[in-house]
Each structure stands twice: as C-alpha cells, then as structure tokens.
C-alpha cells in the first residue's frame, strides 16, 4: 500500500510492545460489542424460489449508486479472510493481534451472511451477477498489502471507518419496511468498534514510537484504497457510489480522515525525527490535495445531477 522505508528491526519491537496494549483492547471490544444473530433480521417472508420465479430489477428497484454500494459492501467481506491473513502474516502466533483477528474475521463474515440473505430474500441484486463476482474476486485473493505492521494498522484505521461510513450510508437509502436499514445499523455499528481497536493501537503505538508511525500513516494517507480493488468493475462502482452521495473523496476527508489526525492529535506531537517531520508536512500538503479533488469530484457531480 504505501512506500515507506521499513526499518524490521524497529517494526518487530514496534509489534512487541503493542502485545500488552492489543490485549487491553481486545478485552475491551469484548466487553462492549454486543452479539446479533444475522437471520432474525432477514424477511424471509419475501423469499421466493428463483427456480420458480426468475430475477427482475423492479422487484426491489434501487438506483444503481446503491446496488453499486451493496455491491461493493458484502463482495468486500466476503474477501476478509485474504485481509486478515495477508495482514497479520507478519505477527507470531501467540500475538494477541492474531486471537483479535481471528474475532475480527468471524465477525466480518457475519456481515456478509446478512448482506447475502437480505439480497435473496429482497431479490435487491441479480443473485447470479452477485455470485459469478464473488467467485472472480475471490479466485484473485486480491487485497490491500503493507509492507510494515505499523503501516498496516494504520490503513486499517482509516479503512474501517471510512467501511463504516459506507454501510450506514448504504442504510440511509434503504427502505426501512424491508429492514435494510437495520442489518446496515447493526454493520456500521461493528464496523465502528473495529475502527476503535485500530485508531486506539495507532494512538498507543504513537507513544511507543512517534516517528515510525508517523511517517506510516502519512504513507497510508497518501496512498489509500478502500479494500475491493479485486471486485469486477470496481471503479464504475466507485464512481456510481460517489455519485450517489454514498461514499467518495469529500465523506473521506471529512467522515475518516479529519477525525482521526484529530483523535491521534498528529499535529501536535513532538520530538520527531526530521524525516518524520517531513511526513508531516507532506501529510499537510496530501490533505490539502483531497481537499481540492474533494471539491473537483462534487462539482462533478453536482454537473452531472443538474
């Protein structure tokens, strides 16, 4: 994902202090997350037999901004198990980041099995493009890859917000009598629990080692992708759920990025090392370039909506 030079030495130690603070925040995820069961939520009473009765797009018409979105939403989880692997290859078995992972994947594919049993059952998406999607994203295995645990943690700070932000988002649209609007509550609510463990490692992480992190989030700002690069025709879809005001450049500056710079305090820490401080103002700049392809894109849209 990003360029940053890796010291290995430095990432090792790095991971091995963040044991004690990882452990403290899984606990704590487990202590306030709170279990849901992804059928009670799906009206089954929809359902029909696509042997018996073949899929059409009026029988739960969205704009395509919004299939674009669902889309994109459950494709995405189902590929968590490559995320997570490829993520924490780096970390030893006996990591508490790996038994968080492991939490971390299970509750993922939750999100995808009420995705998926919405779909079918409200029959919101061709169910046999959904499929034959699924099958070449995840024959490609294709995800996002750091090449240090500190860039790591940090991307998947900004990633699972901005996940967050889409599913809610998502929800919004959503027709509440079809109880979409709730699967994609109970999601974004995971999803935000996610992002807490991850934002709250970067803040310890910080305090272990400033500049190293500093210059790993400055690299994962610069270089961000949402995680579904591997889905076929992704960027159409990007394209559709910006446009439909779901997710794009401007709810990431605002939503995902300025809340968390402002969390982790970024421009106020102190004792950097000098290339560390370069980041830093290359992570001004970067804002200030999403900021103007922020306002290029919703002048876009605003055009193409008039």
């Known amino acids: 994902m990003g360029s940053?030079?890796?010291?290995?030495?430095k990432d090792c130690a790095l991971v091995e202090e963040l044991a004690g603070p990882a452990a403290g925040l899984f606990n704590r995820h487990l202590s306030v997350s709170k279990e849901w069961?992804?059928?009670e939520d799906i009206p089954w009473g929809d359902a029909t037999d696509f042997a018996e009765e073949a899929w059409n797009a009026q029988q739960y018409p969205l704009s395509q901004g919004v299939q674009s979105a669902i889309i994109v939403n459950v494709l995405t989880e189902d590929n968590l198990p490559y995320y997570t692997h490829t993520l924490l290859s780096p970390i030893k078995e006996d990591h508490p980041l790996r038994e968080w992972s492991r939490r971390w994947t299970a509750e993922e594919w939750r999100h995808s099995a009420a995705i998926r049993d919405w779909i079918l059952a409200t029959r919101a998406i061709d169910?046999?493009?959904l499929e034959d999607d699924r099958m070449a994203q995840m024959s490609k295995g294709q995800v996002?890859?750091?090449d240090s645990v500190a860039e790591m943690i940090a991307y998947v700070s900004f990633q699972e917000l901005a996940t967050q932000v889409a599913h809610r988002n998502t929800g919004q649209a959503l027709d509440k009598t079809r109880r979409g609007k709730k699967i994609m509550s109970k999601i974004a609510g995971d999803e935000g629990l996610h992002h807490a463990f991850y934002r709250d490692l970067v803040l310890a992480a910080l305090e272990i080692d400033p500049s190293t992190m500093m210059m790993a989030i400055q690299s994962e700002l610069r270089n961000f992708k949402m995680p579904g690069t591997g889905i076929p025709g992704f960027t159409r879809h990007e394209e559709a759920i910006a446009l439909a005001g779901i997710f794009?450049?401007?709810?990431?500056?605002d939503a995902v990025v300025k809340p968390t710079l402002s969390y982790w305090r970024i421009f106020d820490l102190e004792d950097?090392?000098?290339?560390?401080?370069?980041a830093r103002e290359k992570m001004s700049r970067n804002l200030a370039g999403l900021t103007r392809l922020a306002a290029a894109?919703?002048?876009r849209i605003a055009a193409m909506q008039a």
């Open 248 to 253: 794009g450049a401007q709810q990431f500056l």
């Open 297 to 299: 894109q919703q002048a």
């Open 144 to 146: 996002p890859e750091s």
């Open 37 to 39: 069961y992804p059928f």
């Open 272 to 278: 950097l090392s000098a290339e560390a401080d370069q």
């Open 4 to 9: 940053l030079t890796v010291n290995p030495a």
């Open 127 to 129: 169910p046999y493009r």
